[in-house]
């Protein structure tokens, strides 16, 4: 992986230590070489991580006369494939990268490039004759790129992390009302806003193009989630485990050491398995674990692991916040609420030590429908459909309305939250399980100020804008598709890249190789979810793969301490920088406090609300101008 930076001014030349800036800023992603091309009015950076051809893949990249350029974050996991069917078509090659193969590949197909590709990647072509940029971005959105179209006297910039746009002479970096109040909701900023007013996200699978004649973007994939009829069970498992080993031998290309990440659940475990079955050697893989037992996993990490005579390293941690939180907020160099990039960091640390690359089991639950909230979601939805819809508007949703609210018991207990959901739409519903602060919890938090500043923005509204979409589709489907644009890329994929990339180092997920992503979208809601069991089939492939105990236990996820944590060491910093610190622009002190002594006197788990709030104060004391 790397950073990628540009620039494209209005008028004269581009000034090359403006672009060497930027890319300072974006050192960690690439620190074993840089590179700058400037032509005129375009301005082009590279920080490089060497992993493919370590000695003649360096960039900016030209083709053979010179007409175009490329910087590019990724890889390419096909590239011999298109190298060989360029070779045909007559291009000549100069190295052995899958840069090169970009290239040759954009002067064959221009603007379809993206649609040959499977891997991971954002990218800009820069066509000296057309004066003409092109940027694209991979179809799940696992590789970051942000832009602006405002920022005086340039036509456009991008670069992989915001800070590098922040460098910038003239960035406006006022607060986007819009894109903060996403955040409080769902604890990620959604694309394609950023958190400031003045850039944007690329969104995944997407490109766009900056001529003379203005600026284009197009989407040119989508993620299919159509079921198709007469798919047998046994059928697709196959093509599951065939793309499976493919896809993960794939993703084991490399001129440097690799590993797995290996958390002791299916995912990843099934990728440790894949790996092993392809290598002469043992896999290396790596895991974390906690003092408190019950949210640690070792034991069924060190299972897979013994099973295939893994080179198996583990750390316990008792998280130094001293140390944690400025390399959190440095690294999300957006607000970012989902508490499990610390863990995140520990692991891609202790990782980077050893290996290079690593394998990630990311994605699986998103295209097998592994979260219980999908199960929860369609057992809802089949009370819903049971009720007529006066009755539910009326008695249900009066019912909700008056039953206590129990947040610390588990959600078979937590009647209020079924009743609520019964009396709503789906989307509404999902809305609900998905949110942090919503509605009259989000209006309660936030200053009057800043509430006028909305005008009326709910996201809510957007939320229910993504459900219209893909209405047409049955309510698993539906739910997996919103996921795939938003959650996906604006969490899940935003922390394994910023938490792995904070060491330079790679994270490969093999279960989102669009191919699966495709099969699995195809595939009947009854493969994916069995009651209140997820990825059925998925467990089902790797049933042999992995030890039973592994199979059988329930999903527990990436999960931390946190409500003893903000009980005890994060509670001076939580009345440092929450209680006493400057949020109050934005935030309602009153009922910040109100919530903190509710958590600490026992009386409610106000953990996601409290964790969202400090990672705001930490991220505004660093990156937020007055």
Not at 316 to 324: I, K, M, N
Not at 413 to 436: E, G, H, W
Not at 548 to 577: C, N, S, Y
Request: charged letters at 25%; aromatic letters at 12%.
């Amino acid at each position: 992986m790397c950073g990628i930076a540009g620039v494209i001014v209005r008028e004269g030349a581009a000034d090359r230590e403006m672009v060497v800036r930027m890319c300072g800023r974006l050192a960690h992603r690439g620190p074993d070489a840089s590179g700058y091309h400037l032509d005129g009015e375009c301005a082009l950076g590279h920080r490089r991580l060497a992993i493919i051809d370590l000695v003649t893949g360096d960039q900016p990249m030209t083709n053979e006369d010179g007409a175009l350029w490329v910087v590019f974050n990724g890889e390419i996991y096909n590239y011999r494939e298109l190298r060989e069917a360029l070779t045909r078509a007559g291009h000549r090659f100069r190295t052995g990268s899958d840069t090169e193969v970009l290239l040759h590949l954009f002067e064959e197909h221009g603007e379809k490039t993206p649609e040959f590709l499977n891997g991971m990647f954002a990218f800009a072509v820069w066509d000296a004759r057309r004066r003409s940029l092109f940027l694209a971005r991979d179809r799940y959105g696992k590789k970051p790129l942000y832009y602006s179209l405002s920022v005086p006297g340039f036509r456009i910039v991008f670069a992989s992390e915001l800070k590098a746009l922040r460098s910038l002479p003239g960035f406006d970096a006022r607060i986007d009302p819009e894109a903060l109040a996403g955040y409080l909701s769902f604890g990620y900023t959604p694309d394609p806003k950023a958190i400031f007013q003045n850039a944007h996200k690329l969104p995944p699978a997407h490109w766009l193009v900056s001529d003379s004649q203005g600026v284009r973007l197009r989407r040119y994939w989508t993620p299919p989630y159509e079921p198709v009829e007469g798919i047998r069970w046994e059928e697709a498992a196959e093509e599951i485990r065939a793309l499976s080993s493919d896809a993960v031998k794939r993703r084991m290309i490399s001129d440097v050491p690799l590993g797995a990440f290996l958390s002791g659940g299916v995912d990843s475990g099934a990728v440790t398995a894949y790996m092993s079955r392809a290598s002469a050697n043992a896999v290396r893989t790596f895991s974390i674990g906690f003092t408190s037992k019950e949210y640690d996993e070792l034991e069924y990490a060190r299972l897979v692991a013994r099973r295939y005579g893994a080179l198996h390293h583990e750390e316990v941690v008792t998280p130094d916040f001293a140390e944690v939180m400025p390399a959190l907020v440095e690294h999300f160099d957006e607000p970012f609420a989902d508490n499990s990039a610390i863990p995140m960091l520990y692991l891609a640390r202790m990782t980077r030590r050893h290996v290079t690359v690593a394998l990630s089991g990311d994605g699986a639950d998103e295209l097998f429908a592994g979260y219980r909230r999908y199960a929860w979601g369609l057992i809802e939805d089949r009370l819903r459909r049971r009720f007529p819809e006066w009755f539910r508007s009326t008695v249900v949703r009066a019912a909700g309305r008056l039953w206590p609210k129990f947040d610390y018991l588990p959600r078979v207990f937590r009647a209020k939250a079924t009743l609520v959901n019964l009396s709503s739409p789906l989307a509404d519903a999902y809305f609900q399980s998905m949110t942090i602060f919503r509605d009259g919890d989000l209006d309660a938090i936030l200053a009057p100020e800043f509430r006028t500043a909305l005008a009326g923005y709910s996201t809510r509204e957007w939320f229910r804008e993504r459900f219209a979409r893909v209405a047409h589709l049955p309510p698993l489907q539906q739910m997996q598709a919103v996921d795939a644009e938003t959650w996906l890329p604006g969490d899940i994929l935003v922390k394994a890249d910023r938490a792995t990339m904070a060491y330079s180092l790679e994270s490969r997920s093999p279960w989102l190789d669009y191919r699966l992503g495709e099969l699995a979208g195809k595939l009947p809601a009854h493969f994916k979810v069995n009651g209140l069991t997820g990825k059925a089939i998925f467990k089902h492939t790797v049933r042999d793969l992995l030890p039973q105990p592994v199979i059988d236990r329930r999903k527990m996820g990436f999960v931390v301490p946190m409500p003893l944590w903000l009980r005890t060491a994060l509670k001076p910093a939580f009345e440092e920088h929450v209680l006493d610190g400057d949020l109050r622009e934005w935030i309602n002190a009153a009922e910040a406090r109100r919530l903190w002594s509710e958590h600490q006197s026992g009386l409610a788990n106000h953990e996601r609300k409290l964790w969202a709030l400090l990672a705001l104060a930490l991220w505004k004391a660093r990156w937020a101008r007055a």
